[in-house]
Nanobody, 124 residues
Framework: QVQLVESGGGLVQAGGSLRLSCAAS????????MGWFRQAPGKEREFVAG????????DYADFVKGRFTISGDNAKNTVYLQMNSLKPDDAAVYYC?????????????????WGQGTQVTVSS
């Protein structure tokens, strides 16, 4: 079992930055592939970024490439999502997820554990 707790959400102006954190407990971060997803009101939960077990490789949704960066700190059992150049369309609840597999996936159905989410609001 693993527990995930996100933090770092908030209100930011368009063009600004936020860094989300996802603290994992119960098992080490290096045991899982990790992902960030987001869900806006009335929309499905969508993949944002993922990182392989151990943090060697990462992938991003096209709409965040060049603006967001996912990273992990094995010593702290924490995954981060650095979000720059935020747009109003980025506003959503952001969720951290863990997958019992070395490889990342863009499918939310392939993740086994989820955090409670953190709200990101971007004002125009």
């Amino acid at each position: 079992q693993v527990q995930l707790v996100e933090s770092g959400g908030g209100l930011v102006q368009a063009g600004g930055s936020l860094r989300l954190s996802c603290a994992a407990s119960g098992r080490t971060f290096s045991s899982y592939a990790m992902g960030w997803f987001r869900q806006a009101p009335g929309k499905e939960r969508e993949f944002v970024a993922g990182i392989t077990r151990g943090g060697l490789n990462s992938d991003y949704a096209d709409f965040v490439k060049g603006r967001f960066t996912i990273s992990g700190d094995n010593a702290k059992n924490t995954v981060y999502l650095q979000m720059n150049s935020l747009k109003p369309d980025d506003a959503a609840v952001y969720y951290c997820a863990a997958r019992l597999n070395a490889f990342l996936s863009k499918s939310r159905d392939e993740y086994h554990y989820w955090g409670q989410g953190t709200q990101v609001t971007v004002s125009s």
